[in-house]
């Protein structure tokens, strides 16, 4: 959805003038345009002023929670500061280690040794220590295929810049080396393609989109003058995004955490339909039957209490 920065000093100029002659600052402000409305437009008419009042309201809730979105990601990020400002907890004192020569090993390590580990061709082998990865899903890089585990809000943490997302959007934040103004950066969203960076270097991003976006729902602003924060509107608000570029290395989807993706902001419908697709995942994962499935099998065992005379030894469900 447009946000028209042109007008804001038109705007700004009436607010103060308004301020200035003691009439109210911003309620005077909505004031001016909802009398220019009903003065100049049709805005009022019809429906006796119901598509009106539900069009005032649709505007406030996008734009309140848009600022609710930045504000939520500014206090999460100055906190994310403070805790790198604090003093590292003291080190712990390494336990020391001493290297025992191979004619210093005790009696019993020796005849072990010389014995192969008790009559059995080779020496037992013990915990491994070698530091090896051995699969720890704490692990920043997930061992199938190379994919990353997605970071606190279901994205990544690349070179470049961060991304996080809910089952509705994307939000990706791209650091600067400096102060800049609107002006001076460039941001250009299309349906499945986005180009973002410096005006007068290299774009940091530009390329095609892994997914499509609502571009009448894309936003963009400065946070604190040196990040550039694109918010995009995902089309399919069924499913997680591996990446946001093509080509970028992609997180692993199903290590996701469905609780931080709002669901409570889908309608009915929709909500049933993610969280049913959720539960499909997850007994797939098991190795269970998907919820259809399990309908199958329900209604099977209830024809057969029906039915008992019938042999179904043979009967195999479809798709299972």
């Not at 009903?38 to 848009?66: I, P």
């Not at 009915?268 to 199958?296: H, I, N, W, Y």
Request: overall charge negative.
């Amino acid at each position: 959805m447009a946000e028209y920065p042109q007008f804001d000093g038109l705007l700004l100029q009436m607010a103060s003038q308004l301020g200035n002659a003691g009439a109210g600052g911003i309620e005077a402000l909505l004031d001016v345009y909802f009398s220019f409305l009903g003065r100049k437009t049709d805005f009022y008419s019809g429906d006796s002023g119901g598509k009106a009042k539900a069009l005032v309201l649709k505007k406030f809730e996008h734009h309140y929670a848009k600022v609710r979105k930045v504000k939520e990601a500014e206090g999460k990020r100055k906190a994310e500061e403070a805790a790198a400002r604090a003093p590292p907890p003291p080190a712990k004192e390494e336990p020391k280690i001493v290297e025992i020569e191979e004619d210093e090993a005790p009696p019993a390590a020796a005849a072990a040794a010389a014995s192969g580990g008790g009559g059995g061709g080779a020496a037992s082998k013990g915990p491994d220590v070698s530091g090896e990865d051995s699969g720890d899903e704490d692990h920043p890089e997930d061992a199938a295929g190379g994919k990353l585990k997605p970071n606190d809000g279901n994205g990544a943490n690349l070179e470049n810049y961060s991304w996080t997302q809910t089952l509705q959007d994307v939000e990706i934040r791209i650091p600067l080396d400096c102060k800049v103004k609107g002006k001076e950066v460039t941001v250009v969203i299309a349906k499945q393609h986005l180009k973002v960076g410096k005006k007068g270097s290299p774009l940091i991003l530009d390329g095609a989109l892994s997914k499509a976006v609502q571009t009448d729902e894309c936003t963009w602003l400065i946070e604190d003058g040196n990040t550039i924060v694109v918010s995009m509107d995902k089309v399919d608000k069924m499913g997680w995004w591996g990446a946001i570029m093509e080509g970028d290395t992609e997180i692993n989807t199903k290590k996701v955490s469905p609780e931080n993706s709002k669901l409570s902001d889908l309608d009915g419908e929709t909500r049933g339909m993610v969280e049913k697709m959720m539960f499909d995942q997850r007994q797939k994962q098991a190795g269970l039957p998907s919820s259809d499935e399990q309908k199958k099998l329900d209604a099977l065992d209830m024809f057969k209490k029906q039915h008992p005379e019938m042999d179904f030894s043979n009967v195999k469900m479809g798709g299972m």
